[in-house]
């Protein structure tokens, strides 16, 4: 189990901030082996800053990090995958190159790089890119190296910050499934990302978090227990007025009427959608992880 706890860091304060800058107050969470686990939080709020300490990037004012019940070091970190925010690709080397030469330096052979190497471009549909420059690849492209760099030594842990960012949907599916794969091989996943309904689909926990602490965390059905489910109606052309004094909200698009309601009696609300107009829908909608996050970081 890979164990983050209780992290805090403090930036030095420039003259905007003399009293310097918290970025973390407290960040902690634990991912299992086998688990993805989706990192999310607005901008500055303290997603990249938690990675970098993971991987020995910065260091803590206080708090820990360990794998397998033991305190990470140098050596163990070796065998961690990780994508950071600022990638970290030679512009000039070869694709090929490049892919063998990180192998090399967490520690493969000669041959076992090679190998890797060319199991993972296949994989992530580089080969024919092989001997280009980085330089000269598309973004998407990139991050594919990218992503390969941070999985040729067949890492223990996968750490990643937005490897999903800029990319098209063919690229998001392959770097998914790639991930998936390692996952379901025994690897606990972290990545951090924007895109909310990507972490929903891929991610078995979610952990949220704002201003430096965690505000949520756990797997999307124990954040969705948490929250209140939404009544949803959808009333075709009613009368102005209808849904005055309902504990909800109305949304007007052309002549349907769409309100959504927390909580309060449904059978009434039913009653005056039915003596508004023609009832379209009537059902309730578990949040999405944007209406949890929206709400968590609020
Ligand atoms: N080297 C630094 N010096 C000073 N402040 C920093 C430094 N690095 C990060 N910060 C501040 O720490 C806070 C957390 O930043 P961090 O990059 O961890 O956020 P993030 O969640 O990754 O954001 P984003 O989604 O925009 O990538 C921000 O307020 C940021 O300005």
Redesign the pocket.
């Known amino acids: 189990m890979l164990e983050i706890s209780e992290l805090r860091k403090r930036?030095?304060g420039g003259p905007d901030a003399p009293g310097g800058?918290v970025?973390l107050d407290g960040v902690g969470f634990s991912v299992r082996p086998g688990e993805m686990y989706g990192f999310v939080?607005?901008?500055?709020?303290?997603?990249?800053?938690?990675m970098r300490i993971v991987m020995g990037v910065l260091q803590a004012d206080s708090g820990s990090v360990s794998w397998d019940g033991r305190l990470l070091d140098y050596d163990a970190r070796r065998r961690f995958g990780y994508m950071p925010?600022e990638r970290g690709l030679y512009q000039k080397m070869r694709v090929v190159e490049q892919i063998e030469y990180f192998g090399r330096l967490h520690g493969l052979s000669a041959p076992a790089a090679r190998k890797a190497t060319e199991e993972l471009m296949e994989r992530l549909g580089v080969a024919e890119r092989r001997n280009d420059a980085v330089q000269a690849l598309s973004l998407g492209n990139q991050q594919r190296v990218q992503l390969a760099v941070a999985l040729v030594h067949d890492p223990e842990v996968l750490v990643l910050d937005?490897p999903f960012s800029g990319l098209d949907p063919i690229a998001v599916d392959a770097l998914a499934t790639t991930l998936q794969d390692r996952c379901r091989g025994g690897v606990p996943v972290i990545f951090?990302s924007?895109q909310l309904d990507l972490v929903e689909r891929l991610c078995d926990s979610v952990g949220i978090?704002a201003r430096?602490r965690m505000v949520a965390s756990g797997t999307v059905a124990e954040l969705r227990a948490a929250e209140s489910d939404t009544l949803r109606v959808v009333v075709r052309d009613p009368a102005p007025g209808w849904a005055d004094g309902l504990p909800g909200t109305v949304t007007v698009n052309g002549d349907r009427h769409v309100l959504r309601v927390s909580g309060g009696d449904d059978q009434e609300v039913l009653r005056r959608a039915m003596k508004a107009g023609r009832v379209e829908h009537f059902g309730v909608e578990q949040p999405t992880l944007t209406e949890i996050f929206k709400e968590a970081v609020a």
């Open positions: 930036f030095a800058k970025a939080g607005a901008n500055g709020a303290g997603k990249t800053t938690t925010e937005e951090s924007h978090v430096g």
